[in-house]
């Protein structure tokens, strides 16, 4: 079975461009969450989803920070200006939310450096 | 604040050196404890859930434990392809999905 699919694996960009990350959640699974990896503050949840409706964004660190998600299969995170402090690994991961205790299964992320 | 603390933050073993990994929690209500193995340039990859004080999940040579303070990855035997590194996650009482994840422990096995 195809796990969580995210691109580009990486990206290089100048500060003050638009960067637009995206993802492919596992097939049926029902929800989908946006993470940040640094060295400092670890993983930290960004915001996530639930039968394609935004449940929580309260990571979300900034306005410059988006997340759409447009139908089950489909999710971008955009950020627009992009800044150096953006620089991390973002992961995407689904899950198939029945209630109580199901795993989130993560992407391999897109390494992000903002120059 | 709900928080989760893992210790140490490396460890290095030798080959058939056996260890245990802790993770610690302060959060308001515990619906479910996670440990992640995670490598190198890849997501973390899912290993057990726990739900109740007493449980025990095992997997080849990691076994998982939880007390109503902490958990333990205990790992038995390791071999020099356990070296990743080991995050725990805690899934919080309430309606929401979100987990609240340590800042992970980097484990090596030399041969």
């Known amino acids: 079975d195809a796990g969580v699919i995210q691109s580009p694996r990486h990206e290089v960009t100048e500060m003050g461009q638009e960067v637009t990350l995206r993802c492919k959640p596992i097939s049926g699974h029902n929800s989908l969450f946006w993470y940040r990896q640094t060295m400092m503050r670890g993983l930290e949840l960004l915001i996530y989803?639930?039968?394609?409706?935004?449940?929580?964004d309260s990571g979300m660190p900034e306005d410059r920070f988006s997340a759409k998600m447009p139908n089950a299969s489909f999710s971008t995170l955009k950020i627009q200006p992009s800044e150096p402090r953006d620089s991390a690994v973002y992961f995407c991961?689904?899950?198939?939310?029945?209630?109580?205790?199901?795993?989130?299964?993560f992407g391999d992320g897109t390494r992000l450096s903002i120059l | 604040e709900d928080q989760v603390t893992q210790s140490p933050e490396a460890l290095r073993l030798q080959e058939g050196e056996s260890s245990s990994l802790n993770c610690s929690y302060t959060?308001?209500?515990?619906?479910?404890l996670f440990w992640y193995r995670q490598d190198p340039g890849k997501g973390p990859e899912f290993l057990f859930t726990l739900y109740s004080a007493g449980e025990e999940k095992e997997k080849e040579r990691l076994k998982a434990t939880l007390t109503k303070k902490e958990s333990f990855l205990h790992i038995t035997a390791p071999k020099p392809e356990d070296s990743a590194t080991y995050l725990c996650a805690v899934h919080l009482q309430g309606g929401s999905e979100k987990l609240v994840f340590g800042k992970g422990m980097k484990l090596t096995v030399n041969p």
């Open positions: 989803f639930n039968n394609n409706v935004p449940i929580d």
């Open positions: 959060v308001s209500g515990l619906r479910g």
């Open positions: 991961a689904s899950s198939l939310w029945t209630g109580v205790g199901q795993p989130q299964h």
